[in-house]
């Protein structure tokens, strides 16, 4: 801000003996002087600023009185621009006394206005203000940023709508309507203000216009922080070097934002920087709580190509802190290394729900078709007691569906512990789970029945993507002659899914029984041209049907005792086809009753 120097040489002597009797003892005295500089209105402004320049230099307490709020209250009022530098040195000096703030900042609001914004000479003085004990100079002085209505000062102001005090509330949200009511008017003026965009575009290009923003991420309020991050979120890619280059700053609050604001922007690069500001040893709180933040934008920015970082990140996976600790596993979870992988699936078993959610989401991104070794913690997670909850068993489920299961006796634990999620609490869970069984039987390996008696009762799930998977595992491994499953297939037919229908036309045709034949003809009058037309495919080559199985009761012991009739041979249609016998490949041996050849 430009000096202004009074010419003392021209003043009239009578304004300038008026102002300094502002500084007298006496009360009658003062409203003397008063009435003289009102009634001489601008002509007096030389002399108001002259008696504010010699409150600023005067020794606390060498005046009688201090003129300063009686020379801002006549200042403000006559809307003098050239007494804001003495205004301004009145606070940076800090002789202020009683209601002086108050004051000050009154005449600051009712004299300033945008082309101040940029001054930091006014931008220091309201800060002062702003942090004054006395709550009527913080709402003056919400008034005084709202006068200059740029983003910083909005953001002060909503700092300042969060006040303790009521009052200060009330005026600084007044403030914001205000200026929301002037946005509105402007975008419907359209107003091209050329020159003003021409400068900020000159300021943008020489990296200056971030800089405010930059400075407010280390502002002790967190509205201005937030308000910070949120402009240079804005900013996009032109604010990554800037911020970047805060991160090696000293200050702790400062890096902590520009770590928020990278983390939203996810740029690449900063993965080095935000690396070493978490790894970094904290000394004080605003550091400590730096770190989880840093791993978190960290984990953002990782691509999962990057090599060499899981050995800085281990130990923070085993830190005291849990918010460090659940940092630190989204980070593992998304690098190539599998030694992180390990430690995520350890984390699976802790008892902290948020580390362990932290965990199961690190686990359905990081895990990989060759991390076999991961098969048994896993299985153990999904079989903890008490259970896991439903996020972490789902992530679980997905986990394992992504391992080439490949070692049957594994396989074999994988079918029972995942069996039970088929009927899971959620549609993910259930949808996990039928995906995952899948995979695991083949044609020389069928599912047990009481599994496929579960995924025809799924064909009726409530929710859509369960009824697909379900009939897609019965069209791949549904076998031939399964009782009721014709029936059941129908019913699925019928409520018109176009993808459901032709995955059960699919396991029809496995199915291979006249039943299954009539429903299959009956779908080549879909209205659905692609139902019809695969359903006439099917007959075509539709094979020899097959007879539905039947079942018979075992007679008791009791009854094979006491009963002359012999034991009839079962037939083909009686005899269960679907025993297994034990040989060199099998990894199953079905249970037989007792006394059974």
């Known amino acids: ?254 890096r902590t934002g520009a770590a928020i604001a990278l983390g939203r922007l996810q740029p690449p690069e900063a993965a080095g920087p935000l690396l070493i500001a978490a790894t970094t040893s904290p000394q004080t709180t605003d550091e400590r709580e730096l770190r989880p933040i840093a791993l978190r934008a960290l984990a953002n920015c990782l691509t999962g190509m990057e090599e060499g970082l899981a050995p800085s990140l281990l130990p923070l996976a085993a830190d005291p802190d849990r918010f460090t600790r659940a940092a630190a596993l989204l980070c593992l979870g998304r690098l190539a290394d599998r030694r992180g992988m390990r430690a995520v699936v350890a984390a699976i078993l802790e008892d902290d729900p948020f580390v362990v959610e932290s965990a199961a989401v690190a686990l359905s991104e990081g895990i990989r078709e060759e991390d076999g070794d991961l098969v048994r913690p896993l299985l153990v997670a999904l079989a903890k007691r008490p259970a896991p909850r439903l996020a972490v068993r789902e992530a679980i489920l997905v986990a394992l569906s992504r391992i080439a299961i490949d070692e049957p006796a594994w396989r074999v634990r994988a079918r029972h512990r995942v069996r039970r999620e088929i009927d899971g609490g959620t549609a ?31 064909l009726d799930d409530a929710h859509p993507e369960v009824r697909v998977v379900a009939a897609s595992f019965l069209a791949r491994h549904l076998e031939p002659g399964f009782t009721g499953a014709a029936a059941r297939l129908r019913v699925a037919i019928e409520r018109g899914e176009r993808t459901v229908t032709l995955l059960c036309l699919e396991a029809l045709a496995r199915h291979r029984t006249e039943l299954a034949r009539g429903v299959v003809d009956a779908a080549t009058r879909s209205s659905d041209d692609a139902v019809a037309g695969r359903a006439r495919a099917l007959l075509q080559a539709w094979p020899d049907s097959v007879p539905e199985w039947h079942f018979s009761r075992r007679p008791s012991p009791q009854t094979q005792a006491t009963s002359t009739t012999p034991r009839p041979s079962m037939t083909p249609s009686q005899r269960p086809t679907r025993v297994r016998v034990a040989d060199d490949s099998a990894d199953v041996v079905e249970a037989r009753d007792p006394g059974e050849r």
């Not at 009683?98 to 003085?125: N, P």
């Not at 069984?437 to 008696?453: A, F, I, K, Q, T």
Request: net charge negative.
């Open 1 to 254: 801000m430009t000096r202004v120097v009074v010419d003392t040489g021209a003043m009239d002597e009578t304004l300038r003996a008026a102002a300094f009797r502002l500084t007298s003892p006496d009360r009658a005295e003062r409203e003397a002087g008063e009435g003289v500089l009102i009634a001489a209105r601008s002509a007096a402004v030389p002399a108001l600023i002259e008696v504010l320049q010699h409150a600023a230099r005067s020794a606390a307490g060498a005046l009688p009185t201090s003129p300063v709020a009686r020379a801002a209250l006549l200042v403000g009022a006559l809307r003098a621009r050239d007494a804001v530098p003495a205004l301004c040195a009145v606070v940076r000096a800090g002789r202020l006394a009683g209601d002086d703030g108050a004051f000050v900042a009154r005449a600051l609001a009712e004299i300033l206005d945008g082309r101040d914004a940029f001054d930091d000479d006014i931008r220091a003085t309201l800060e002062a203000l702003s942090t004054s004990p006395d709550m009527y100079t913080r709402a003056y002085a919400a008034e005084a940023y709202g006068a200059l209505a740029d983003l910083r000062s909005r953001a002060r102001v909503q700092a300042l709508a969060t006040d303790t005090a009521p009052w200060v509330r009330e005026r600084a949200q007044a403030v914001l309507m205000r200026l929301a009511d002037a946005d509105a008017r402007t975008a419907a003026d359209a107003v091209s203000l050329a020159d003003f965009a021409a400068l900020v575009d000159d300021a943008d290009r020489s990296g200056g216009a971030l800089r405010p923003f930059l400075d407010d991420l280390g502002d002790e309020r967190k509205a201005v922080r937030d308000a910070a991050v949120n402009e240079l979120v804005k900013a996009g890619r032109a604010a990554v070097p800037a911020l970047i280059d805060r991160l090696n700053q000293p200050q702790a609050r400062a």
């Open 428 to 458: 993910s869970m259930r949808k996990a789970a039928i995906v995952l069984l899948e995979r695991m039987y083949g044609d020389d390996d069928p599912p047990p029945v009481s599994v496929v008696d579960e995924l025809l009762e799924r």
